[in-house]
């Protein structure tokens, strides 16, 4: 077990479903390995002000279904400060913490390696509705945001058909097209538009048209947030087309919910695997899911090369959509 015996856990960043799973699964693994587990309020914003919390068993009950995350979340501008981050291992050494487990995002995992570079036993574990994590196929969030997408876009589904109308969703996922191109490939959409491949708007208009004469009375286009906006988009293909078009940008109702299946069992396995990470000695590692199994990795993944965008997939929905 080392020496490590005193533990904190944050959440830091956009918040995503899973990050209450994974906080009972760090808690409740901590604990039953005999190791002491504090809480940390508002990411590395409580660190640096000392917000800390001891967790017992039933801290963390009636939370796996939840979505958000109990120990709350923020974005730490200080953080990215020599002196904030001097504060924060001084918070963790008042405290007596020994190693950190940070659920959140590349920009997380930058700071957990600040902490790191101090002398902390850090371990991260991805969590963003992005799914942008190098060295990892899933990210916490990414499956249950496209199956609220997908459900989002069947009710918009009703409406389009019955008004036979154009819509442009517009979703989330900042520089990637994960969300965008899981969900239009399962709902069937016209056309996906993502960040990672040049679109032409003639194009999705020349589609639109083709539809059109072949008898389709409504069209659904999902854009990703990094491709550009569903307002300008959709303004173009109104005066191109003349077609009833209306815009609907799903925001952040993507990152809440009640985690799915998949997130709450990952969510759980990884942050059992956190503990695993800590007690065999180990820092500066991720959790990751690779090949339908969690592994640790070395945290510098996280901010290397991004794995290609899946082009077979986007292929594979246009020709389904033509
Ligand atoms: P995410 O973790 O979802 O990628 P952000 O990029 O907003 O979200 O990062 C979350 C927080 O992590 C930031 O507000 C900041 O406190 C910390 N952080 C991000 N980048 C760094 C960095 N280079 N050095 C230290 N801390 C960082
Ligand atoms: O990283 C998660 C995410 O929801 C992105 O998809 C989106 O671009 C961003 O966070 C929104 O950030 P905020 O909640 O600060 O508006």
């Known amino acids: 077990m080392g020496d490590i015996k005193r533990i904190g856990v944050l959440t830091s960043g956009g918040d995503a479903p899973g990050m209450n799973p994974s906080i009972r699964a760090?808690?409740?693994?901590?604990?039953?390995?005999?190791?002491?587990?504090?809480?940390?309020?508002?990411?590395?914003?409580?660190?640096?002000?000392?917000?800390?919390?001891?967790?017992?068993?039933?801290?963390?009950?009636?939370?796996?279904?939840?979505?958000?995350?109990?120990?709350?979340?923020?974005?730490?501008?200080?953080?990215?400060?020599?002196?904030?981050?001097?504060?924060?291992?001084?918070?963790?050494?008042?405290?007596?913490?020994?190693?950190?487990?940070?659920?959140?995002?590349?920009?997380?995992f930058r700071g957990a390696q600040t902490l790191a570079g101090r002398g902390i036993n850090v371990v991260g574990i991805p969590a963003t509705i992005d799914n942008d994590i190098p060295?990892?196929?899933?990210?916490?969030?990414?499956?249950?945001?496209?199956?609220?997408?997908?459900?989002?876009?069947?009710?918009?589904r009703d409406t389009a058909t019955s008004h036979e109308r154009t819509f442009i969703v517009e979703v989330m996922g900042r520089n990637c097209g994960s969300i965008a191109l899981q969900a239009g490939l399962a709902c069937g959409?016209?056309?996906?538009?993502?960040?990672?491949?040049?679109?032409?708007?003639?194009?999705?208009?020349?589609?639109?048209?083709?539809g059109h004469q072949r008898g389709k009375n409504?069209?659904?286009?999902?854009?990703?947030?990094?491709?550009?906006?569903?307002?300008?988009?959709?303004?173009?293909?109104?005066?191109?087309?003349?077609?009833?078009?209306r815009v609907t940008v799903l925001g952040h109702l993507q990152r809440g919910g009640s985690p799915s299946a998949v997130d709450a069992v990952l969510a759980s396995a990884m942050g059992g695997k956190a503990i695993e990470i800590l007690l065999s000695g180990a820092s500066e590692r991720m959790t990751a899911y690779v090949n339908r199994e969690v592994v640790s990795l070395p945290l510098e993944v996280a901010y290397g090369p991004r794995p290609s965008f899946d082009k077979v997939l986007y292929d594979l929905a246009n020709e389904l959509a033509i």
């Open 26 to 108: 760090i808690v409740r693994k901590g604990i039953y390995h005999g190791l002491e587990v504090f809480g940390i309020k508002r990411g590395y914003e409580g660190l640096i002000h000392g917000e800390f919390q001891a967790m017992q068993l039933g801290s963390v009950a009636d939370i796996i279904h939840r979505g958000g995350t109990i120990l709350m979340t923020a974005r730490c501008a200080d953080m990215k400060t020599e002196e904030g981050q001097y504060e924060a291992v001084k918070q963790l050494k008042l405290h007596g913490i020994d190693a950190l487990v940070v659920i959140g995002g590349d920009g997380s």
């Open 135 to 156: 060295g990892t196929d899933l990210t916490l969030g990414f499956d249950t945001a496209v199956n609220t997408v997908l459900e989002a876009v069947s009710k918009i």
């Open 189 to 210: 959409a016209e056309s996906i538009i993502v960040p990672e491949v040049t679109f032409q708007i003639e194009e999705v208009i020349r589609k639109l048209l083709q």
């Open 218 to 245: 409504h069209s659904i286009i999902l854009v990703a947030e990094g491709a550009g906006s569903a307002y300008e988009i959709g303004a173009k293909i109104k005066l191109k087309t003349g077609f009833d078009t």
